[in-house]
């Protein structure tokens, strides 16, 4: 675990923390589409990813899902960090993207790693500050883009995450994780293709214009 954990927070944290993460963590391993966490859950812990990736969505009162932001190796998320601080109640939902494989620290150590080690207090604010300048991100996209800018958006967003140009994604998912419908969806992924920005393949679709 030690080599892994080197690996992917090596550059964040100093010797003495990677140790005590690796003792005190368990490892987590994620197939991809895995429901990780779900709304209403009380979350006991922190997950740091190794490697893969989890998008975290929002619902509205209608079991409509937005999505919020993907995070990723060297990453953790800022709902799961409010929720383990405050010991409420999650109010995200959080999915394996890609197969993922995480460890959980105790939210007891988050406290004690806060004060002992200006690293992690570190990590801790530039982790909320990246999470919400995401979520300013997707606010943005809602409110100023057209829904075609939006799906060509999330498809790059999607190519980036997985390191691959095509993207595994069916057309309901699209509209399940920008809050539209199916159709709709469809209809601009073929104004898309014409354009010369994707290429629909069977059960993918290849982004040209990252």
């Known amino acids: 675990m030690i080599t892994e954990l080197q690996e992917a927070y090596g550059f964040l944290f100093e010797k003495e923390l990677l140790e005590e993460i690796a003792e005190c963590g368990s490892i987590r391993k994620i197939d991809a589409g895995e429901r990780i966490i779900e709304f209403g859950d009380y979350v ?17 009162g209608d079991g409509d899902e937005l999505l919020l932001y993907f995070i990723e190796r060297g990453d953790t998320c800022a709902m799961t960090l409010n929720c383990c601080m405050g010991q409420t109640k999650s109010e995200i939902r959080a999915v394996a993207e890609t197969d993922t494989t995480m460890i959980m620290v105790p939210i007891a150590k988050m406290e004690e790693w806060t004060a002992r080690f200006k690293s992690w207090r570190n990590f801790v604010f530039e982790s909320y500050h990246s ?9 943005d996209t809602i409110a100023f883009l057209n829904m075609d800018q939006r799906i060509m958006k999330y ?34 992924l073929k104004k898309l293709e014409l354009d010369g920005k994707i290429k629909l393949q069977r059960n993918q679709i290849k982004v040209i214009d990252l």
């Open 44 to 60: 006991t812990g922190m997950p740091l990813l190794l490697n893969g990736a989890i998008k975290i969505l929002r619902e509205d």
């Open 131 to 139: 999470r919400l300048s995401e979520m300013l991100d997707t606010i």
């Open 155 to 188: 498809l790059r967003d999607k190519a980036k995450i997985n390191g691959d140009e095509n993207v595994q994604s069916t057309h309901q998912q699209i509209a399940y994780d920008l809050h539209t419908s199916r159709v709709v969806v469809s209809r601009l």
